[in-house]
Structures are given as structure tokens and as C-alpha cells.
């Protein structure tokens, strides 16, 4: 399955480094409720195969050489390495908002890491894609702050306050 940076890793930028103790029980429980979406949801594994690489989730949960960082950005939730597409990052933004915050900064590095383009809503409707946000958030452009899928989302962005998720 794919590796969580807990120091054996060396990421391939030196912001990016292990992800600290305190965040690591996050990011367990992130990886392994995306596993869950993946043989659970239905609409998981189809819209990952849509995108430009063609993979599932299922699979890129899978890969061994995806590996995931952790970098202090207050200005963004995480961010993918663009050359491979081997090293994701999640950042201290995301951990302050909650493990649901996690998973689906998971969800989306992932979709980037399956060939959604940077800058574009592919990555954040794969959040949608995966259940964690509601389809009238899609359609109205209107953000329910129970979820964590932001229907404007494009490239970085500002913490959603007020996020009542546990």
C-alpha cells in the first residue's frame, strides 16, 4: 500500500519531510478510510479511471512507490510532486482542520498523482466522487461546511473555517 513518510523516506523536496508523531494517527486512519471509500463507494474507482492516467483508487492505494509527506504550508492543504507523481504532501493546514480534512487531502493528491491537472476542479470532484461531499455542493457552487469537499477549490486556497467535522 502506498507509504506514509515516518522517516524512512527522503522526499524530493526539503520542505517535505516525515509526517510528525502527533499527525500520524490522522494519517493512518486517513489511508485506511480511503481504502474503505475504495471498495465501498461506487463511484470511487470509476471516476479515478476516468482520469488522464487511467488508474483506480484502488490501485493507487496499492502502489508502494507513492509515498506521503508532510509539510508545514499554512496557505494550502497539500500538494503533489509534478515531475513523477510519487510524493504527495499533506500539510499542517490540514491536520489543524481534523482527520476528515486529512482523508480528503488524500482523496485529492491522489487524483493529481492519477493525472488530474493541476489547477482544475478534477481533483477536488474525485473528494465529491468518493462521498465526501454532498452533490448540491456541485451543483450550487455552494458550500456545506459539514463537508470537506469545497466545490470552488482550484489550486491554493485559504483553511475553511468553521469545518464542524470530527
Not at 508523531?21 to 470509476?46: D, K, L
Not at 515531475?83 to 493528491?109: C, K, N, P, Y
Request: aromatic share 8%.
Amino acid at each position: 500500500m502506498l507509504q506514509i513518510n515516518i522517516g524512512d523516506h527522503r522526499a524530493p523536496r526539503p520542505d517535505w519531510i516525515p509526517i510528525p508523531i502527533r499527525n500520524r494517527r490522522s494519517m493512518f486512519w486517513g489511508r485506511e478510510r480511503a481504502q474503505w471509500i475504495a471498495r465501498n463507494i461506487s463511484t470511487a474507482n470509476p471516476y479515478f479511471e476516468r482520469l488522464p492516467f487511467r488508474r483506480s483508487l484502488t490501485s493507487l492505494l496499492a502502489d508502494r512507490s507513492i509515498w506521503i509527506n508532510y509539510e508545514n504550508n499554512p496557505s494550502r492543504y497539500g500538494a503533489t510532486e509534478t515531475m513523477r507523481r510519487r510524493d504527495i504532501a499533506v500539510s499542517s493546514t490540514a491536520f489543524q482542520q481534523g482527520r476528515w480534512v486529512v482523508l480528503a487531502t488524500l482523496i485529492h493528491e491522489l487524483a493529481h498523482v492519477g493525472g488530474a491537472p493541476g489547477f482544475s476542479h478534477s481533483a477536488e470532484q474525485a473528494v465529491l466522487a468518493c462521498g465526501l461531499g454532498r452533490q448540491r455542493e456541485l451543483l450550487r457552487g455552494k458550500d456545506d461546511r459539514d463537508t470537506p469537499y469545497e466545490p470552488g477549490i482550484i489550486g491554493l486556497v485559504a483553511p475553511k473555517e468553521g469545518l464542524r467535522l470530527a
